[in-house]
């Protein structure tokens, strides 16, 4: 099991590696502009966003997880970091932007290694409406 989860860790980091290497060649220096207009597709991008818009709390059927509020994200064990992967897995790719802020908003920090997960299906699920 432990040796699953160094395994996990290692392609989780060589992913972020990769992307950050990608990008600093897309801009080969150039600092990147940012469009001035609206996309026009206002529902899609706030769908896909990891910052929070407004307060409003949504729940994915894990109420249990707010018994970890205000608890640091290197705290937990492993059996809780299971908790939180296992909610994160069963959650449909457009569901999962908004899980992250409904935590967030929830004073809940998630375990790194779930964070780390989080932010590469994130990426992924851009990338994929992106072609």
Known sequence: M?????????IILVGLVLKL?????????KPS?????????????????LIMT??????FDDEELDTFRG????????SETEQFRDVL??????????????????????PRVVEQELLMMVAENRAAKAQ
């Open 89 to 110: 897995l069963t959650l449909l790719p457009d569901d999962i932007a908004p899980w992250a802020r409904s935590i967030r908003l929830r004073g809940i920090s998630l």
């Open 71 to 78: 608890r640091d994200a290197d705290e937990y064990t492993d």
């Open 2 to 10: 432990m040796l699953a989860l160094y395994i996990l860790a290692a």
């Open 54 to 59: 407004s307060d409003k709390i949504e729940y």
């Open 21 to 29: 290497t990608d990008r600093s060649a897309e801009n080969d220096g």
């Open 33 to 49: 502009e940012k469009p001035q207009e609206c996309c026009g597709q206002h529902a899609v991008c706030e769908r896909d966003s």
